[in-house]
């Protein structure tokens, strides 16, 4: 079965320092993998994708994510934060076996941005 | 290019009522599937709809049935809520599925059960 594991609940780092959201997966296919950010009281937006492509994904807002096979894992990355990226970030696998799109969610990471 | 909207925006109900939630997909969009989230949980798959007839469920009770319209649109009922239906609802839409589309969501519905 797919699913996907964020390593951390809280991150919490200063305004204009890197952020590092973790994030592993577990697939018997290989994976489509997404990440979503979430503001308060907000739908999700999509912030990149991996689909078999190239293994270093550039996303919106700055925000980038490196696929490994080697280590099953899809970390969100950002060289320095800004006070609008304190948000709710999902790590998501497509599941590949219905071939419909199903997403399945990671728990989430809150990320919480100091001045 | 309007996204996905949600309809109502926040809705509260008692126990053992029926409840109707609407969505209209981003333009060009056919595919639409729903998900729950519970407060400070990850949402979770309902089901999809595509050409009109439920192509996917998740593990949720009859209670939950949907409906998808010649212009795409859908509609999610929960019949005789429970405390725990509590949560916010989102629609997503896509084209035609599948695993490497993205999928685009609304804002979300809020439920609250009382």
């Known amino acids: 079965a797919q699913s996907v594991t964020q390593l951390d609940s809280h991150v919490s780092v200063s305004e204009g320092t890197p952020v590092l959201l973790r994030c592993n997966y577990s697939?018997?296919?290989?994976?489509?993998l997404f990440w979503y950010v979430q503001h308060p009281n907000k739908g999700l937006q999509l912030l990149l994708k991996?689909?078999?492509?190239?293994?270093l994904v550039k996303g919106i807002n700055g925000f980038e994510a490196e696929f490994k096979k080697s280590e099953t894992s899809f970390h969100l990355t950002k060289p320095s934060a800004h006070m609008s990226d304190a948000a709710e970030y999902f790590c998501v696998v497509s599941d590949p076996v219905s071939n419909t799109g199903k997403l399945i969610f990671g728990q989430g990471t809150t990320l919480q941005v100091k001045p | 290019d309007a996204g996905v909207t949600q309809s109502p925006t926040h809705l509260i109900k008692t126990r053992g009522q029926q409840v109707t939630l609407r969505c209209s997909p981003k333009?060009?969009?056919?595919?639409v599937s729903w998900y729950q989230q519970a407060l400070g949980q990850g949402p979770q798959f309902i089901f999809q709809y595509y050409e009109e007839e439920e192509r996917q469920r998740g593990n949720f009770p009859d209670r939950f049935s949907g409906h998808q319209f010649p212009n795409y649109s859908s509609e999610l009922n929960v019949n005789a809520l429970l405390l725990g239906d509590s949560a916010l609802y989102l629609c997503a839409s896509s084209l035609s599925g599948g695993p490497n589309q993205p999928q685009h969501f609304g804002d979300g519905t809020r439920l609250s059960i009382l």
């Open positions: 697939s018997s296919y290989s994976p489509s």
């Open positions: 333009s060009g969009h056919d595919t």
């Open positions: 991996y689909t078999s492509a190239a293994t």
